[in-house]
């Protein structure tokens, strides 16, 4: 079973910035794809960014120049700095990654985190 544990929420004013952690634990053989995804209250939940364990990188377009995604694959870690903060940036945060775990190999969420963005 793996494990992700969000950190780095909470209320920031628009122009701001946020970084945001996701750490994975428990039995880990090798993991994939890293992700973040956003929910904001009525709407379906949507990928912001996702990093490949090589490193390639992709955004949505509308955080495109101000987020950015990273990981340490040494910590089973990955990050998401949110610059230039917009209130519609508002939602709970989840970390998503794509793991082999001891019995198989599917995706895993962590419990959310929430973002929200004053104008």
């Known amino acids: 079973q793996v494990q992700l544990v969000e950190s780095g929420g909470g209320l920031v004013q628009a122009g701001g910035s946020l970084r945001l952690f996701c750490a994975a634990s428990g039995s880990i053989f090798s993991i994939f794809h890293m992700a973040w995804f956003r929910q904001a209250p009525g709407k379906q939940r949507e990928l912001v960014a996702s990093i490949t364990s090589g490193g390639t990188m992709d955004y949505a377009d509308s955080v495109k120049g101000r987020f950015t995604i990273s990981r340490d694959n040494a910590k089973n870690t990955v990050y998401l700095q949110m610059n230039s903060l917009k209130p519609e940036d508002t939602a709970v945060y989840y970390c998503?990654?794509?793991?082999?775990?001891?019995?198989?190999?599917?995706?895993?969420w962590g419990q959310g985190t929430q973002v929200t963005v004053s104008s």
């Open positions: 998503n990654c794509n793991a082999q775990g001891q019995l198989s190999r599917r995706d895993y």
